[in-house]
C-alpha cells in the first residue's frame, strides 16, 4: 500500500477519523481506478519471487517483525491477512489512537482469542461487573477447564477495593488480565480505565508480570470512548453493533499497543477467526457514516431517557447522563467519554409489566443485539444474560423488570409516542 493512503496530516493540519474513515489505508490506482475498495474473493495470493514468498511467511509467522505490521509484508492466505481486513484494521487503530488491530469474526471470537493468547494455566483474570453475558459464560464455565480462574472485581471505581481484590487474585495465581466492560451491558455502568491501569502496574510491582487492562468497548467506541487513549493495553468491540450499524453483519475486533495484539494475531490465524472479505467491506462502508449514526442515536437516547426517568410507571433508568452528579459515574463520564451512547436500561417493576410494555411497542423492534440504525428492546433477564444463575443476575442489577434498550435513528418524538403508548 503506498504510504500517501496513511498520511494523517494535510500540510500541517491534522485530518479528523471522520474523513480518514473515507480513504485511509486504500489506494484507487491498486484497484483500476475503483474510488471504493474491492471486494477480494480469494483465498490464496501469488508472490512476485520465492524469496518474497519466504519473506511473507517469516512476518505472518511472526518470525520476523521488519514489518510494521504484516500489512507491511505482503499477503499471503486470507485466513492470515486480506486487503478488506488490513482496511479496516488500519482505519479503526486510527480512530482508537492505537498500534495494530486484527478483525474477527465475531465479537465473542475477539474476546475468546484475546483470553487465551495472554492467559496460561494457573493464571487469574478480574473482571468488571456485569459483563454481557456471552463473556460472562466464557469466564465462568470455560476458563476452568483450561486453570484459568476468573474472578470479580468488587467495584471497578474504587481504587482500594480494586487492590483488594488484585491481592485477594494473586494468592489464586499469576494475574495476567483485567478485563473491564464500560459501559456495561445491560446496566450501562462505567469502570475506571485509568484507574484499572494504576492497579495493573501495581501488580506488576508485585507479582514481576503486569497484567494487561482489556476493555470491552463496544458501547461507546470508537466514537465515545477510546479505551487505548484512557489506558489500556486492549480494546476490544463487537464490531456486529455501532460499528457495523445496520444489523447485518456479525464481527469483532482487537485493537491495541503492537506486543499485546501481536500473539492475538498468531493465534487467530491458527484458530482461523480472522473474517471475510464481504464482512470486512460492510464494516469499511459503516465505519464512514459511524460518527454520524453514533451521534444521532446518542441525541435520541439523550431525550428518551430523560422520558422514561418521568414516567410514574418506570422505576429507574439506567444512562451515563442519569448518573447523581458529583458520584463516582458522574466523575468517570466526564473524564473519560464524549458521549453516552445510547444504550440503556429501565425498570417496570416486574416481569408481567416488562413484557407487557414490550408487546404493545409498534415502531421499537423486539429482538437482542444492539447498536443498529433501528431501535431494539429485550428482556435481559430472560434473553441475554438467561445463562447466568438467578441471583448472579440480581446481585448484579438484572431484575426481572429490566428492560434493555438500544435507542436507533427514527425521529426521537416517533420513539417517545411509541413508549408513551406502551406505557399507558
Avoid at 489512537?97 to 493468547?117: E, H
Avoid at 446496566?187 to 475506571?192: E, F, G, H, R, T
Amino acid at each position: 500500500m503506498s504510504k500517501d493512503f496513511r498520511e494523517t496530516e494535510l500540510a500541517g493540519h491534522r485530518l479528523s477519523e471522520e474523513t480518514l474513515m473515507l480513504g485511509y489505508g486504500y489506494d484507487p490506482a491498486l484497484s483500476e481506478g475503483s474510488v471504493k475498495q474491492p471486494v477480494f474473493l480469494t483465498s490464496t495470493f501469488c508472490f512476485p519471487s520465492a524469496d518474497a514468498g519466504r519473506e511473507f511467511f517469516d512476518i505472518v509467522s511472526g518470525r520476523s517483525k521488519t514489518a510494521r505490521n504484516d500489512a507491511d509484508g505482503g499477503l499471503v492466505y486470507s485466513r492470515f491477512n486480506h486487503p478488506n481486513a488490513q482496511i479496516v484494521e488500519e482505519r479503526l487503530a486510527i480512530y482508537e489512537g492505537a498500534d495494530a488491530g486484527a478483525v474477527f469474526s465475531s465479537g465473542m471470537a475477539a474476546i475468546a482469542t484475546a483470553v487465551l493468547a495472554h492467559c496460561s494455566p494457573g493464571d487469574a483474570i478480574l473482571y468488571s461487573q456485569p459483563l454481557y453475558g456471552g463473556t460472562d459464560s466464557l469466564f465462568k464455565k470455560v476458563l476452568s477447564r483450561f486453570g484459568v480462574t476468573a474472578l470479580p472485581l468488587a467495584d471497578a471505581t474504587d481504587g482500594a477495593a480494586m487492590r483488594r481484590d488484585g491481592e485477594a487474585a494473586r494468592a489464586k495465581g499469576r494475574v495476567a488480565m483485567i478485563f473491564l466492560e464500560t459501559p456495561s451491558n445491560p446496566l450501562a455502568s462505567l469502570c475506571d480505565i485509568r484507574l484499572a491501569a494504576e492497579v495493573a502496574t501495581d501488580i506488576g510491582r508485585a507479582q514481576g508480570h503486569r497484567p494487561l487492562v482489556a476493555v470491552d468497548n463496544t458501547l461507546l467506541g470508537p466514537v465515545f470512548q477510546s479505551a487505548i487513549r484512557a489506558g489500556a493495553d486492549l480494546s476490544l468491540y463487537s464490531l456486529t453493533k455501532y460499528v457495523g450499524g445496520h444489523s447485518d453483519l456479525v464481527a469483532g475486533a482487537v485493537l491495541g499497543k503492537r506486543e499485546a495484539v501481536a500473539p492475538i494475531r498468531m493465534l487467530r490465524a491458527l484458530l482461523g477467526g480472522n473474517l471475510d472479505p464481504n464482512s470486512c467491506w460492510m464494516l469499511a462502508r459503516s465505519l464512514e457514516t459511524v460518527a454520524l449514526r453514533m451521534r444521532r442515536a446518542s441525541d435520541n437516547a439523550v431525550r428518551v431517557a430523560e422520558f422514561l426517568a418521568s414516567h410514574p410507571k418506570v422505576k429507574a433508568v439506567h444512562f451515563p447522563t442519569m448518573a447523581k452528579p458529583g458520584s463516582a459515574q458522574a466523575q468517570i463520564y466526564a473524564r473519560q467519554c464524549t458521549g453516552p451512547g445510547s444504550l440503556m436500561s429501565f425498570d417496570v417493576g416486574d416481569r408481567a409489566s416488562a413484557f407487557r410494555v414490550l408487546d404493545r411497542l409498534k415502531i421499537v423492534k423486539l429482538a437482542v443485539s444492539l447498536g443498529g440504525t433501528e431501535s431494539l428492546i429485550c428482556h435481559p433477564a430472560t434473553t441475554v444474560h438467561s445463562g447466568v444463575a438467578e441471583a448472579e443476575r440480581l446481585a448484579i442489577g438484572v431484575t426481572e423488570g429490566l428492560v434493555r434498550l438500544s435507542v436507533g435513528i427514527e425521529h426521537v418524538d416517533d420513539l417517545i409516542a411509541d413508549f408513551r403508548q406502551a406505557l399507558a
